[in-house]
């Protein structure tokens, strides 16, 4: 292809990363971008986004589009930010490919929730990955990867910022490879890592029983914008935001039980140690 050619991209994608690639592509003088879709329920939500208008712009899923997708002869796709898994009519429509994003170091940590069990299993490092779709969820040839570092004090919220900040790098670094034809493909290897399933409501509450960082992190990993963490405490079930693992000597209170309640926040004894709930709200039970 010309270096000086534009190319048609169809572009489906939601969220603040989604939003990145899109404005991307929008000011890209090499795009003709001839279609684009996200799902509008994310609108007016933590990390969603309103995306613009315009003829080529749609709202939907990807099986309502489907045939006004094939109709824009796209030379690309590009998702960002999507969770519906594309029909695999949709990912050979385009010659050059399916370009996609995917918040783990790939080939470990296909699947979902991907953060949110990396940062529970206290993971110090992941990465945000662009690839090449194909048949199989997470599972095409490699373009490039961006390290992200997961510190201890980094909530979900912290960590997705970062996700934001690399897509904008990736995408800075590669389109142009990708538009030209020239960017790098690493195949995966299958039989390395694994598939991580959806959450649920169990694995949001919290056992008391555990070890004070194993708490800690399964608040950091779930809190504002995803569930919050649950627990059960004096009779009110919380849903728990923030906390911080006390450094002292180690606490000899039956685990689950309430330390102390002091300036708003709450000490909540678990395994050998303690916590200090500081954002929390009641929830429903049941």
């Given at each position: 292809?010309?270096?000086?050619?534009?190319?048609?991209?169809?572009?489906?994608?939601?969220?603040?990363?989604?939003?990145?690639?899109?404005?991307?592509?929008?000011?890209?003088?090499?795009?003709?971008?001839?279609?684009?879709?996200?799902?509008?329920?994310?609108?007016?939500?933590?990390?969603?986004?309103?995306?613009?208008?315009?003829?080529?712009?749609?709202q939907g899923t990807c099986a309502e589009h489907l045939n006004a997708i094939k109709d824009s002869v796209p030379d690309l796709i590009i998702v960002a930010g999507w969770s519906e898994l594309l029909p695999e009519c949709l990912i050979s429509i385009a010659p050059m490919g399916t370009i996609g994003f995917h918040?783990?170091?790939?080939?470990?940590?296909?699947?979902r929730a991907v953060l949110a069990w990396q940062i529970e299993e206290g993971s110090l490092t992941t990465a945000l990955t662009m690839f090449y779709y194909n048949s199989l969820p997470d599972?095409?040839?490699?373009?490039?990867?961006?390290?992200?570092?997961?510190?201890?004090?980094?909530?979900?919220?912290?960590?997705?910022?970062?996700?934001?900040?690399?897509?904008?790098?990736?995408?800075?670094?590669?389109?142009?490879?990708?538009?030209?034809?020239?960017?790098?493909?690493?195949?995966?290897?299958?039989?390395?890592?694994?598939?991580?399933?959806?959450?649920?409501?169990?694995?949001?509450?919290?056992n008391w029983d555990r070890p004070a960082v194993e708490i800690y992190n399964k608040i950091r990993s779930i809190s504002r914008p995803y569930p919050g963490a649950v627990a059960d405490l004096d009779g009110k079930r919380l849903k728990i935001w923030r906390a911080d693992i006390v450094n002292e000597m180690e606490c000899h209170v039956e685990a689950g039980k309430v330390i102390s309640y002091e300036g708003g926040n709450i000490q909540v004894s678990c395994r050998g140690s303690s916590l200090i709930i500081t954002d929390y709200e009641e929830s429903k039970i049941g």
């Open positions: 292809m010309m270096e000086d050619t534009k190319i048609r991209v169809a572009f489906i994608g939601d969220q603040s990363n989604g939003k990145i690639v899109y404005d991307y592509l929008l000011r890209n003088r090499f795009v003709d971008l001839v279609f684009s879709l996200n799902s509008g329920i994310n609108e007016g939500l933590a990390r969603g986004v309103k995306f613009g208008g315009g003829d080529q712009h749609n918040p783990s170091k790939l080939p470990h940590n296909r699947g599972a095409g040839d490699i373009i490039a990867q961006h390290e992200i570092k997961i510190y201890g004090n980094d909530y979900i919220n912290d960590i997705l910022d970062k996700v934001d900040l690399a897509t904008e790098n990736l995408m800075r670094a590669y389109f142009p490879l990708i538009r030209k034809g020239l960017a790098p493909r690493s195949p995966q290897d299958w039989n390395v890592g694994l598939f991580r399933r959806a959450r649920g409501e169990i694995d949001s509450m919290i």
